[in-house]
């Protein structure tokens, strides 16, 4: 349900070529679209990870095919976005119940740290998605550097934000 291997393998590869062009003379736009490409596929593991857990949890319910259907179409499908108040709570709730969240978040300890991560990083990807490319080596540098996170940033950012969503998941297994 929550394969990390692959988006592990995606962010280090990312951050290798990264690493390789970083000193290159030219190539900003390079540059830019790993940092982007980044960012977009962690924001994509991350919404397929919302959706599996609510799918599977409705299959260990033993809902029918028509029903578990239903249900992505009317909830699931019109979630679009990763942060967690307003995405994978919101699925949470329509899935589990307002009161099996709120146990559920009572029960995990770094869920402030797990709810910042992911509304940060909705809003840089947001970001992301309605630019086009940043320019690494402009006159003034600190304005491109606070609006642009490497890939190692990304990678850091799941690396924090991974074992508390696992946690949540692990919670919702075993309902």
């Given at each position: 349900m929550m394969d990390t291997q692959k988006?592990?393998?995606?962010l280090d590869s990312i951050g290798e070529w990264y690493d390789r062009d970083i000193t290159e003379p030219?190539?900003?736009l390079q540059l830019s679209?790993?940092?982007?490409?980044?960012?977009l596929e962690l924001c994509g593991w991350l919404e397929e990870v919302y959706d599996n857990v609510i799918i599977s949890f409705l299959h260990r319910k033993g809902l029918s095919e028509k029903e578990i259907e239903n249900f992505e179409k009317s909830y699931v499908r019109k979630?679009?976005?990763?942060?967690?108040?307003?995405?994978?709570r919101r699925l949470m709730?329509?899935?589990l119940g307002y009161t099996v969240v709120l146990d559920i978040e009572s029960k995990t300890p770094k869920?402030?740290?797990?709810?910042?991560?992911?509304?940060?990083l909705h809003k840089y990807r947001n970001c992301m998605a309605h630019r086009q490319y940043f320019d690494y080596r402009e006159k003034i540098p600190i304005k491109a550097q606070q609006q642009i996170i490497s890939p190692s940033g990304i990678k850091s950012i799941f690396e924090a934000i991974n074992p508390i969503l696992k946690e949540i998941v692990d919670k919702i297994d075993i309902l």
């Open positions: 988006i592990q393998a995606t030219n190539f900003d679209l790993y940092c982007k490409m980044a960012a979630v679009h976005g990763l942060s967690y108040s307003e995405h994978f709730i329509d899935t869920l402030e740290a797990l709810i910042s991560n992911l509304d940060t």
